[in-house]
């Protein structure tokens, strides 16, 4: 008898394989969008934490407290909330689009795909949040930040990643984006659950109505109004603003209602996918033109408003350092990101006998979560949801956030720069289209029989 072998073109499954073109050219896109973003966002952090050191300070602090808008709506903010609440909306609309296109039309929709990602996702979520509770055990009050190491900044990731010219192969790239897209809604949800205080239910019901009717008329504008896909956002964007402006009146952060809208969209799959259409639809539309707002203006904005906080120098930065709330973000999201999604998916390779994609190793799997400890945007909302704006554990929070995103980014330059020409090579093997039909040889590897 001859020993058994494998089917021609058959393997042993990949963890983090490197997908389709298709989606590996829309991830480069969004990434491309991203590290603009990214640059703008430490841009505006940088300007903020001088300010608020500065001897205008004051100027600083007066600008984020003042207040503006409709009070009888519950919406007289000052510019800091109305930037938190309503801005960030707007880049958790896209996470909403984005998870959701992923699953319905990207190589996510895909089971085996999907698992290891989501997975990664919740294991760094699970580790830090653990490991902070363990260093505040003994505060109630501290234990209020327990959320705040979930969060992974990904325009902050993929802006490092510009910096150190890491040339990170399309499995890894998908991986990260896919990982910080999920981890971000493990994080909105843990606001929506965990940070809603005094919920009234008629402004609620009166949202869950407008989402509703935002639903029916995103999946059928064509047969009620004849609008083409980039005519609809002008129906559309009223009724959302309405969803959120009833969410924030509810009680839950209002962040949440642009997470919910981004779900209603209809995402169509296109023919390379197995869909019975092609051609951009309203989630394209709507990615099209909010990334842009999102990434060059409402999270930069965010940023200024909430990252500038008062050092006292460098004695109070040391000092800020010894608070165990600082200590236990900064060893959440150092510590605790990479071993929980390395951990994760060590566990899935043992439990599926699946093995790493060919392009990358495990210490490029190790860059790529330690890049996951950037925390930053989503981490300073918790941050501000969970202590008061002001008080001693806010600003040691932000002091954590702030330092443990920049190690985190130190340590993932140092693993990934060294693997710069590897990666380099995996790109190169990338690009080559011997057959001259527009798609690289890799990604056809197995589909002729």
């Known amino acids: 008898m001859h020993p058994t072998t494998p089917p021609e073109g058959a393997s042993s499954p990949k963890i983090a394989s490197r997908g389709s ?26 300007i903020a934490l001088v300010w608020a050191n500065s001897p205008l300070s004051d100027s600083y602090f007066a600008l984020r407290d003042f207040e503006i808008g409709y009070e009888p709506w519950h919406l007289q903010l000052s510019l800091g909330a109305w930037a938190a609440d309503g801005l960030l909306a707007v880049f958790f609309f896209l996470v909403g689009l984005e998870l959701k296109r992923e699953f319905v039309a990207g190589d996510l929709r895909i089971f ?117 896909a980039s005519a609809a956002w002008f129906i559309l964007l009223p009724i959302g603003v309405v969803v ?21 969209v209809p995402v169509l799959r296109s023919k390379a996918s197995g869909g019975p259409e092609a051609g951009p639809g309203l989630s394209e539309i709507f990615e099209h033109r909010f990334r842009p707002l999102s990434a060059g203006f409402a999270v930069p904005i965010f940023a200024f408003f909430s990252a500038g906080v008062a050092v006292g120098g460098w004695d109070g930065f040391v000092g800020s350092l010894t608070d165990p709330v600082s200590v236990g973000i900064i060893a959440g999201l150092v510590l605790g990101k990479p071993i929980g999604i390395l951990a994760t998916t060590w566990v899935l390779t043992k439990v599926t006998r699946a093995t790493l994609d060919t392009s990358f190793k495990w210490i490029d799997l190790l860059g790529v979560a330690l890049l996951a400890g950037i925390g930053f945007t989503v981490s300073l909302l918790v941050a501000d949801l969970s202590f008061a704006q002001g008080t001693l554990p806010n600003d040691h929070a932000k002091v954590g956030i702030l330092t443990a995103s920049i190690l985190a980014a130190l340590l993932a330059a140092l693993v990934l720069s060294r693997r710069n020409r590897h990666y380099r090579a995996v790109e190169a093997e990338e690009n080559i289209d011997d057959d001259g039909d527009g798609i690289p040889d890799v990604y056809q590897q197995g589909r002729q029989h």
């Open 112 to 228: 085996s795909k999907a698992v290891v990602p989501v997975a990664a996702a919740v294991g760094g979520v699970v580790v830090p949040a653990a490991i902070y509770a363990l260093v505040n055990l003994g505060n109630p009050e501290s234990l209020n930040g327990w959320a705040i190491p979930t969060a992974t900044d990904i325009a902050f990731a993929v802006a490092v990643l510009a910096i150190i010219g890491s040339h990170l192969p399309s499995a890894l790239r998908i991986f990260l984006l896919t990982l910080a897209v999920v981890d971000d809604l493990l994080a909105i949800t843990i606001i929506a659950v965990f940070y809603t205080e005094d919920l009234k239910i008629t402004p609620l019901l009166l949202a869950l109505v407008g989402l509703l009717l935002y639903t029916f008329l995103a999946q059928k504008y064509r047969r009620f109004f004849g609008l083409k």
């Open 244 to 264: 959120w402006a009833l969410v924030h009146a509810s009680g839950i952060h209002a962040t949440v209602a642009g997470v919910l809208l981004g779900f209603a």
């Open 21 to 46: 073109y298709a989606e590996k050219l829309r991830i480069g896109e969004i990434l491309r969008k991203e590290t603009v973003g990214g640059i703008l966002l430490v841009t505006a952090a940088v």
